[in-house]
Nanobody, 123 residues
Framework: QVQLVESGGGLVQAGDSLRLSCTAS????????MGWFRQAPGKEREFVAAIRLSGGSTYYTDSVKGRFTISRDNAKNTVYLQMNSLKPEDTAVYYC????????????????WGQGTQVTVSS
């Protein structure tokens, strides 16, 4: 069972940047994908970004394109989410996920989840 440990959340002002990190406890296979999802109070968990560990294909939800960048360091089993130009609507608990999803932009197929890290963006 893969365990994921997240870090990097916090309280920032609109326009600021944050970088989230997620480290997997074991080395994963080439078909593996790691992603970030977020959940705001009263809302469903939604996809933010994902990356295939082999090949490096990336996926983003429309609302973060051009502002967020997902990247990986396979040697460290770590995925990063660089978040720039943060907006108040980005406020949520951000969860790292890992698995073998057919569609990396959906929750289905991710079978390991981190504990979540709070990101709060004030206006």
């Amino acid at each position: 069972q893969v365990q994921l440990v997240e870090s990097g959340g916090g309280l920032v002002q609109a326009g600021d940047s944050l970088r989230l990190s997620c480290t997997a406890s074991v080395r994963t296979g080439s078909a593996y994908a790691m992603g970030w999802f977020r959940q705001a109070p009263g809302k469903e968990r939604e996809f933010v970004a994902a990356i295939r560990l082999s090949g490096g294909s990336t996926y983003y939800t429309d609302s973060v394109k051009g502002r967020f960048t997902i990247s990986r360091d396979n040697a460290k089993n770590t995925v990063y989410l660089q978040m720039n130009s943060l907006k108040p609507e980005d406020t949520a608990v951000y969860y790292c996920a890992a698995g073998y999803p057919r569609n990396a932009a959906t929750i289905r197929g991710y079978d390991a989840w981190g504990q979540g890290t709070q990101v709060t963006v004030s206006s």
